[in-house]
């Protein structure tokens, strides 16, 4: 069995679009993150759902005209691998 992820709870972070960065402020921690894309696209389509990498993958794919299904697969696990490090996302 895969790996399950489940993001953080969206009434648990502000988000804020800034130019190209996106700005998350995690009420629990009290901490502002800054982060770029794909990282808002990922939190999006994860919803409340637990999910695994190759469900974010073509939820991604489906919603935004992505090509190459592995390269995809390996940004969103380094992706989920940091928002993990940060609080932001879990492993379930």
Not at 4 to 14: C, E, K
Not at 64 to 79: E, H, P, T, W
């Amino acid at each position: 069995m895969s790996q399950l992820y489940r993001a953080t709870a969206p009434d648990g972070l502000i988000q804020h679009p800034l130019d190209s960065m996106t700005l998350i402020f995690q009420k629990s921690s009290g901490i502002t993150h800054m982060v770029t894309d794909p990282v808002p696209a990922i939190l999006e389509v994860m919803a409340k759902d637990a999910v695994t990498v190759d469900d974010i993958a073509g939820r991604l794919s489906a919603s935004y005209d992505l090509a190459g299904g592995d390269d995809v697969k390996d940004i969103v696990a380094a992706r989920l691998m940091e928002l993990s490090s940060l609080g932001l996302v879990e492993r379930v």
